[in-house]
């Protein structure tokens, strides 16, 4: 049984041991007190290490992290500035792939830190907004210590009973928000080419950030609009008003929207709250290949940072800069293209750098996060390149079609090597 504590009275010398590994719930979902206080008293305690998936609560800094080594599956939100100082270790994994790691030990979990919601009657927490990788911290955990906030909703999904909890830290603050992305000219050009494969009855998988919010706009006039995601933003809450969210044609899991994340406002938060049109559940559900397989008309949407002419996708780094992780791309991607009706979209502008670098390349300058023979549809703004079951050659042609015409020539040039040796 837990023990109910201010945050003034929280002791975590008195609670960690020297080495412990700390797994903490991760983005929107970030125990923000908890951490306030492991920066803090951490300090005084040897070897301490902490896992992280994604991180936007800005308290990451060259400062705080001398309290810990920090670990996470990527570089997003705040932790990107962590690589940059060498602060940070990247462990290659799929976001699918944490909760059966912290399960088997090979990410150690001495201390589970999560947020958790007030419980209901029963005395269950709901675990609010993040639902990933959190029962499986709190199952694998020598010590639970959960920051139990007023103002986190109580989501239909994944809960933790009050009985799990050692030690559980009362607070009224709001949880950390991540305000909608500007939308610009480029990214509703994207969004319009992505919003193409939508149609009726489609359900969809996709992030947070200007192009996803982009494509929900575009989708006012469909019907029957599902969701089966990893995480969503704001923009639900406007599909849900608009009458377009209804998840009736789905195969599985009708009328319910299902995802693992809210990374959005209070806005998104409040709709969430007690709300049985949703349902949070950890990833051993929503990045299931046999759940997904159960889904037709199903369209994933992932990022990328390029795409060279064969179709490999890398997500991940460019050159020497760490700037983004694998997540669930590759479940999804996989998912999409084998879906009846469906399609795996990987969307990204054509160029960067203020236009002078082009993201469709001859060579990827960072690691493969997405295998060509998974990859479906590469969308930019100057439109889409259909590379399933289409041989080598093929594929550059249509990528060379896509990318900034400034580059078009150069890339023409290798696509014809492609054409003459047929690989």
């Known amino acids: 049984m837990s023990t109910g504590i201010t945050p003034e009275q929280l002791d975590l010398t008195g ?23 492991l920066i803090e008293q951490g300090r005084h305690i040897d070897g301490l290490k902490l ?55 090979i990410i150690p979990c001495d201390v589970a830190m999560v947020q958790l919601s007030p419980a209901d009657e029963k005395g269950h927490h709901s675990c609010g907004l993040i639902s990933d990788y959190v029962g499986a911290a709190v199952d694998k955990a020598r010590l639970v210590v959960a920051e139990i906030n007023a103002q986190v909703p109580f989501t239909p999904g994944e809960m933790v009973a009050r009985s799990d909890i050692d030690v559980s830290v009362q607070v009224d603050r ?22 193409e494969y939508i149609g009726d009855g ?48 789905k195969e599985i899991d009708q009328g319910i929207s299902i ?15 007690r709300n049985p049109a949703i349902r949070m559940c950890a990833t051993s559900y ?79 300058s960072g690691p493969v996060t997405t295998a060509r023979t998974e990859v479906d549809v590469i969308v930019t703004e100057y439109g889409a390149a259909e590379l399933k079951g289409q041989p080598l050659a093929e594929r550059a042609r249509r990528l060379v079609a896509i990318a900034h015409p400034d580059f078009r020539e150069e890339l023409d040039r290798v696509a014809h090597e492609i054409h003459a040796r047929g690989y």
């Open 15 to 37: 609670l960690l041991k020297p080495g412990d590994a700390i797994v903490m719930g991760q983005a929107c979902g970030e125990p923000t007190t908890l951490l306030e206080a």
């Open 51 to 105: 896992f992280i998936a994604t991180s936007f609560s800005g308290l990451f800094n060259a400062d705080t992290v001398d309290s810990f080594a920090l670990s996470s599956m990527g570089a997003i939100g705040a932790l990107r500035a962590m690589t940059k100082i060498g602060k940070l270790q990247v462990i290659p994994v799929h976001v699918s792939q944490v909760a059966p790691l912290i399960a088997a030990g």
């Open 174 to 195: 709001c949880p950390v928000e991540v305000r909608p992305a500007t939308i610009s000219e480029l990214d509703e050009k994207i969004a319009r080419h992505c919003a």
């Open 202 to 249: 489609s359900v969809i998988q996709t992030g947070v950030g200007a192009v996803p919010d982009a494509i929900l706009r575009l989708l006012h006039d469909r019907r029957d609009i599902g969701v089966h995601s990893g995480m969503l933003g704001d923009g639900l809450v406007d599909l849900a008003e608009a009458g377009v969210l209804t998840n009736a044609r």
């Open 259 to 273: 995802n693992g994340a809210l990374i959005g406002t209070k806005r998104l938060y409040d709709w969430a709250d």
């Open 286 to 364: 929503t990045h299931d290949a046999a759940v997904l397989a159960q889904l037709s008309r199903l369209v994933t949407i992932n990022s990328a940072i390029e795409v060279d002419l064969t179709g490999q996708v890398n997500a991940e780094q460019s050159g020497a800069a760490y700037l983004g992780g694998t997540g669930g791309q590759v479940d999804f991607v996989r998912a999409g293209a084998r879906s009846p009706g469906g399609a795996a979209i990987t969307a990204l502008s054509a160029t960067a750098k203020g236009g002078t670098l082009s993201k469709i390349v001859s060579n990827l």
